[in-house]
């Protein structure tokens, strides 16, 4: 069964940045779309930022310009880079990744705080 294993969470304080990992089971390029989710106390979760196969992204009006996601295939690893960290970044951040004979199950997530 395909897997991904979240991880970098953590506390920091606001306008600071953290880099989530997301770690595969299997190459990226068996992967058609890795996505980022975050889900904060009482919310439900959402999307937050995406990346393609062929390295196209998409990113919610909430992180755009501030989140960046990016990819090291070699280590079959997407990340996720936030910077200018805010108290409404809070939530516990999960991927997911889509693609053929994938099933799209969730991880256990990673949490990330920010305080204020």
């Known amino acids: 069964q395909v897997q991904q294993v979240e991880s970098g969470g953590g506390l920091v304080q606001t306008g600071g940045s953290l880099k989530l990992s997301c770690e595969a089971s299997?190459?990226?390029?068996?992967?058609?779309?890795v996505a980022w989710y975050r889900q904060a106390p009482g919310k439900q979760r959402a999307v937050v930022a995406t990346i393609g196969n062929g390295g196209n992204t998409y990113y919610s009006d909430s992180v755009k310009g501030r989140f960046t996601i990016s990819r090291d295939i070699a280590k079959n690893t997407v990340y996720l880079l936030m910077n200018t960290l805010g108290p409404e970044d809070t939530a516990v951040y999960y991927c997911?990744?889509?693609?053929?004979?994938?099933?799209?199950?969730w991880g256990q997530g990673t949490q990330v705080t920010v305080s204020s």
């Open positions: 299997i190459s990226i390029h068996s992967i058609n779309t």
């Open positions: 997911r990744l889509f693609g053929p004979g994938i099933s799209g199950s």
